[in-house]
Nanobody
Framework: VQLQAFGGGLVQAGGSLSLSCAAS????????MGWFRQAPGKEREFVAA????????SYADSVKGRFTISAEYGKSTVYLRMNSLRPEDTAVYYCALTAGSFLRIPTLGVSYDYWGQGTQVTVSS
């Protein structure tokens, strides 16, 4: 399985950006897709994820109410709409997917099996 992310860029604080990530290969085992981010000098952190079955979602507290995750599993594609962006949202954003079973949507990176290459999001103040 390969993941490719699109849509990063430079935006002013308060602006919006949309990211997308498409998976290719054997994708019928996908159970959830999500986004993580890593800012310079910081550890990778969970942003949002969406379950394939039922489409339930999970968000980091820092992005709740500002970011929206969605997916078209028929296209093996996950999206992240980011509104009201802040300078602290600046990071490399990575998409990921998991084929594992879970009760709650995983928020730890180790729970995800495949990762995209990352796309830079820069928010200027």
């Amino acid at each position: 399985v390969q993941l490719q992310a699109f849509g990063g860029g430079l935006v002013q604080a308060g602006g919006s950006l949309s990211l997308s990530c498409a998976a290719s290969g054997t994708t019928n085992s996908i159970k959830a897709m999500g986004w993580f981010r890593q800012a310079p000098g910081k550890e990778r952190e969970f942003v949002a994820a969406i379950r394939r079955s039922g489409s339930s979602t999970s968000y980091a507290d820092s992005v709740k109410g500002r970011f929206t995750i969605s997916a078209e599993y028929g296209k093996s594609t996950v999206y992240l709409r980011m509104n009201s962006l802040r300078p602290e949202d600046t990071a490399v954003y990575y998409c990921a997917l998991t084929a594992g079973s879970f009760l709650r949507i995983p928020t730890l990176g180790v729970s995800y099996d495949y990762w995209g290459q990352g796309t830079q999001v820069t928010v200027s103040s």
